[in-house]
């Protein structure tokens, strides 16, 4: 399998859990064709980035853990999804940078 063919694995796996997160595959040095996959994600958009072990062994071996891991993967709808599921107009992102505070000097 050439390096395309298993980007082009990671990519769709990517796009069918919504483009959420990012994949890592790490390739062993020692000789052997073993790695590991990880998938990186915020659980919440201003949390720290948090890391789920998705397979390890073969390059074979890592692809079909990926698989299995895209197939139970339940994306987790963002606060902006929610409402306008229930017919809530869309709002601005909530940003701290733009609220200005009133402040008295003695």
């Known amino acids: 399998m050439t390096i395309e063919e298993v980007q082009s694995r990671l990519r769709a796996a990517h796009a069918r ?23 990186w994600f915020r659980p919440d958009p201003h949390a720290f980035e948090d890391c789920r072990a998705v397979g390890s062994g073969s390059i074979a071996e890592c692809l079909a853990a990926l ?18 599921t229930i017919g809530l107009p869309d709002m601005p992102p909530r940003s701290h940078h733009g609220t200005s505070f009133l402040m008295a000097a003695e």
């Not at 859990?17 to 994949?23: L, M, Q, S, T, V």
């Not at 891991?69 to 999804?81: I, S």
């Open 67 to 84: 698989d299995r891991y895209v197939e139970t993967y339940r994306r987790r709808p963002t606060t902006e999804e929610i409402g306008r």
């Open 17 to 39: 859990i919504g483009h959420e997160g990012r994949f890592a595959l790490t390739l062993t040095l020692n000789g052997t064709e073993d790695g590991y996959i990880t998938h």
